[in-house]
């Protein structure tokens, strides 16, 4: 990170950022251009890892490419306005990075992934268990393997 002093260490930091998140990009390897989506998403800390569950069509480029390459990135950012210094004009945000492996999951743990994506898009009235019942989406957990973050003023 070339401005250390706006790196983010704190784990604790981290979770709130992410939890603060509405929508995540995941990029995923394509040829010849990566391919970046924006996604709602849920997601859980267990110990030392975080996963993240984003929900799609059981058909797709998503998956297809997750099947050539399960090797994955996130980004999630937050901007909180524009900041005049005076001089210039600068953004105030907090972002995180986060490199992983994603994999499509089924059974119990599509039900679990559509849980935690329904109660981060604070949509918990629906059930997860009937949705995983219509058999027309697919849940992909992205285990994460390392994530920076930073922030610039807050």
Known sequence: MRKSK???????????LIDECDTIRLGLHDEPYPYIVPLSFGWENIGDTINFYVH?????KKLDLIGKNANVCIEGDILDGYVDMGHSVTADYKSFI????????FGSQLVHGLKLLLKHCKTENYSAEECAALGITAVVKITVEKISAKKRFN
């Open 56 to 60: 799609c069509a059981k058909e797709g």
């Open 98 to 105: 986060a490199f992983g492996k994603a994999e499509q999951v």
């Open 6 to 16: 706006r790196e983010v260490t704190d784990k604790t930091e981290i979770l709130k």
